[in-house]
């Protein structure tokens, strides 16, 4: 854990070619770092050192430099800590403390002087004395020397302002009144035990925390974290534990403005944890844009924050605005909850169910929704993507090179604004809402993002996104939520497969319309599938995952209705069980259930809870279970048979979908039904996984998927839950009609082509003008302009920064083309001294 003060290089933050107040810009081994697993960080006047499990990286004049076993005289490569004084790091690895300076490293051990090679903790004090904490005692190490004190077993140390050095002597256990204290404070001569007699807690896990403002802090997995005033009062920071676990708090820190940060981390989940800021007041959430969400330490300094992650480490202003990670969506009768990370109808803040109907009931009828999708590239290798109930292989936002979101990935918008704004954008005083201001339609290229994103009416035919002069975005229903997530910012994803480079955008929208009961039990979903990889896919399939939950979750069933295109999940008998507290319907039960809309219902696999290779309809777990249950295969390729719950191994009357008869009609197979001659099902848990039908997918074609979902219910239907079935039908039916009538004379959205719909000569205000040559070129390009030029930008055709290069203003530039572009068309962008911005397109020819 990081306790230690933190300064940063002006220079790393102007690498990144844009300010990173905004978002988090992230370094990680991509970029060079030694691995992408960040332990610890430390940074003097002009670099960074990080600590990680595979070496230690000293970044500086804009590049690392890497050590580990191999290429260094490092003991091991295993760092477990990392602090700095005056430019010299010193590392805490398997094998004792190593001290770098200038290239040159120096081991200490036992041999050296050292009461143990397993270090507990290190800290500096103000003077550069370097204090190490074992189980064999504390060492203080003054020049290449050591003071040994073995009298305390010493497991975590804090040093304050004033040079007092506190040390928990108790398993990182701090215990108060009445119990022997386990906190002590040495002077430099003498220890006194450490008590707060306010103070009954028994603090668990409990670490001294170096503040950057001079201050300590105790963190803790029980009771949070507190800030130690004068000797030992401790004031309990009072952590709320509604959106991130306390259990898993990491570190702490005070920003320049006096606001805590506290950083959360799972052991065993990349998708547990976040960041809080707290002013006094107020708690700000950060879980959505970090480059994950199990943040290990944090540093303020300078007005800017540090973490550092298992997918390296960020850096933003401590002005950052955090990116929303959940909205609710509603109309009179249904409340839902989407989540930045492309998780629909489920609360991931409380992890509860989170499609509520009747809504303000507390009732619900789904859990959780998510895309899964696979297919094959050139080379035949199986991909996928696979959503379940965290972000599973896709992290929120666009595709691009920081490896985090850069902008809010999710607004909430409504047609009500859209109208006030058409009606008063010319309006002098006029004072544009946010969301149609930062309507991500522009995507930011200069950070890697593709340019054509959200979709927006254009009304001035420039074909970029400009609210100001008449442009509005392109929304559906009477209230949306709009996001983008994708898959390419793993490595590899969950299930050890290729990225597809794919983004979805999402828009779920609701219609408030009071007296149409169809709407008001509906809400409706469209996929945007954009692939953003270079290559065709073949094959390409892509599901719904749904984990319905009918009021109590363990005793439902699921079908589908091929002939509608429905599938959808009912309680198994009459009465909805309570289980684990959760509200039931009791005796008057809903069906709920979703429609494909502009496509078909190609396929329908309905699962148990239970995942695993032994149980015939056990729900996938492992990347060839999910390849077999997308193409409508159990785990063992066995096809669905007509009969019983759908696994037969006699039986060949093969069928891509499970439960396809009417629940109502014991002549037609469902899950109430099994069929003459086969034992009766069993209500569950259930699933549900829908398929639309497969598909090649080309580099930059938009795939779209209109979805609506909704419940049939009629209140009066007590103990016949099964006449609801009808009513779903009948609603989803209407409600699919409806859209696709308002969707029919609805003007047609346009997608930014500021880069790549420019042709030659054309520029954003027809003021400038300026020359390429040679073009074609073979590599070779020069730039002139009849004004001085500031910085070039080389753009893909499709609007992806490959090259930007800023030099000394002049009206000739060279351009230099890395060797490893392909042949091509390219666009080319330059920024003159007055901030003209002119565009021109040039051919590759090598």
């Not at 903790?121 to 004190?149: H, M, Q, T, Y």
């Not at 959940?326 to 609360?347: M, P, Q, R, V």
């Not at 494909?596 to 148990?608: C, K, P, R, S, V």
């Not at 609007?799 to 009206?811: A, F, I, T, W």
Request: hydrophobic content about 35%; charged content about 20%.
């Amino acid at each position: 854990m990081r306790k230690n003060y933190f300064l940063f290089i002006l220079a790393l933050i102007a690498t990144v070619g844009a300010n990173a107040q905004d978002y988090w810009k992230t370094y990680n081994k991509k970029d060079g770092l030694v691995d992408s697993v960040v332990v610890d960080i430390a940074v003097g006047d002009n670099k960074v050192f990080i600590a990680t499990p595979r070496g230690f990286s000293v970044f500086e004049n804009n590049r690392f430099i890497n050590f580990d076993t191999l290429n260094s005289s490092l003991p091991s490569q295993n760092i477990k800590k990392v602090r700095q004084f005056n430019d010299t790091a010193y590392l805490v690895t398997d094998s004792g403390l190593t001290q770098y300076a200038s290239g040159r490293m120096i081991h200490f051990n036992v041999d050296s002087g050292l009461l143990s090679n397993r270090i507990n903790d290190i800290e500096i004090d103000s003077k550069g004395v370097v204090w190490i904490a074992s189980s064999a005692g504390l060492s203080r190490k003054n020049g290449n020397s050591f003071l040994n004190d073995p009298s305390r077993v010493i497991f975590d140390i804090g040093i304050n302002s004033g040079d007092s050095i506190y040390a928990n002597v108790f398993n990182s256990t701090i215990v108060n009144l009445p119990t022997p204290a386990t906190a002590e404070v040495f002077d430099g001569t003498v220890w006194s035990e450490l008590r707060d007699l306010t103070l009954t807690d028994f603090i668990q896990s409990a670490q001294f925390i170096n503040l950057s403002n001079g201050g300590l802090g105790i963190t803790s997995n029980n009771v949070g974290a507190f800030q130690i005033n004068n000797l030992f009062d401790l004031t309990n920071l009072s952590i709320p534990n509604d959106r991130l676990n306390a259990t898993f708090l990491s570190d702490m820190e005070i920003d320049a403005k006096g606001n805590y940060w506290f950083s959360f981390s799972s052991p065993s989940n990349q998708n547990g944890g976040g960041l809080i800021k707290f002013d006094g007041t107020n708690y700000t959430y950060f879980t959505a844009g970090l480059p994950v969400k199990n943040v290990r330490t944090i540093v303020a300094k300078d007005e800017l924050i540090y973490i550092g992650t298992g997918q390296g480490f960020s850096v933003a202003n401590d002005t950052i605005v955090s990116i929303p990670s959940a909205f609710t969506l509603e109309t009179s009768e249904i409340s839902t909850i989407i989540n930045s990370n492309g998780i629909l109808f489920n609360d991931q803040i409380n992890n509860l169910s989170g499609f509520e109907f009747p809504k303000g009931s507390g009732r619900s009828t789904i859990y959780s929704s998510g895309l899964w999708v696979s297919g094959y590239n050139s080379q035949n290798e199986g991909l996928l993507a696979i959503q379940q109930f965290n972000a599973g292989d896709y992290t929120e936002g666009t595709i691009n090179n920081n490896g985090a979101a850069v902008s809010p990935s999710m607004i909430k918008i409504t047609k009500g604004e859209v109208d006030f704004h058409l009606a008063n954008y010319k309006s002098t005083g006029y004072q544009m809402a946010q969301n149609i201001k930062s309507w991500p339609a522009n995507g930011r290229v200069g950070l890697g993002e593709a340019e054509d994103q959200a979709p927006f009416i254009d009304a001035n035919g420039n074909g970029c996104y400009d609210p100001e002069n008449g442009d509005y975005p392109a929304i559906l229903g009477d209230e949306c939520i709009y996001l983008v997530i994708n898959d390419a910012q793993q490595t590899t994803t969950g299930r050890f497969t290729p990225n597809f480079n794919l983004e979805a955008q999402i828009m779920i929208y609701v219609y408030n319309q009071p007296n149409i009961d169809y709407l008001n039990k509906t809400v409706f979903t469209r996929y945007t599938l954009i692939n953003r990889s270079n290559e065709t896919y073949n094959g390409v399939r892509t599901g719904f995952f749904f984990d319905h939950d009918i009021g109590a979750a363990f005793d439902d069933a699921v079908g589908c209705d091929p002939a509608s295109d429905i599938f959808y999940a009912y309680n198994f008998d009459e009465i909805d069980d309570i289980a684990f507290s959760l509200p039931s319907y009791d005796t008057i039960i809903p069906f709920a259930g979703t429609k494909f809309i502009n496509t078909d219902l190609d396929g329908y696999m309905g699962y148990d809870n239970v995942g695993g290779t032994t149980q015939d309809d056990a729900f996938p777990i492992v990347g060839n279970h999910f390849f077999k249950a997308m193409n409508m295969r159990w785990t063992d390729s066995l096809p669905i048979t007509v009969g019983g719950d759908g696994y037969n191994l006699t039986q060949t009357n093969e069928t891509k979908f499970r439960y396809s008869g009417d629940p109502r009609k014991t002549n037609e197979w469902s899950m109430l039904n099994p069929g003459a001659n086969y034992p009766p099902n069993v209500s569950g848990d259930v699933r549900s996984l829908a398929m639309i039908p497969s598909y090649d997918f080309v580099p930059g074609e938009r795939k779209v998927i209109d979805l609506v979902t909704g419940v049939g219910y009629d209140s009066a239907n007590v103990r016949n839950r099964l006449a609801h079935y009808p009513l779903l039908i009948s609603t989803l039916n209407k409600a699919a009609k409806f859209q696709q009538g308002v969707d029919s004379i609805s003007p047609k959205p346009t997608f930014s082509s500021c880069i790549t719909g420019i042709s030659e000569n054309k520029t954003n205000d027809n003021v400038e003008d300026f020359v390429i040559y040679p073009n074609p070129t073979n590599g070779e390009l020069n730039v002139v302009a009849n004004s001085k030029i500031v910085e070039v930008f080389v753009y893909d055709i499709q609007g992806k920064l490959v090259s930007n290069q800023k030099n000394q203003p002049s009206v000739i530039q060279k351009v230099d083309l890395d060797d490893g572009l392909q042949n091509g068309l390219y666009f080319l962008r330059v920024v003159t001294v007055e901030n003209k911005q002119l565009s021109k397109q040039f051919l590759l020819q090598r």
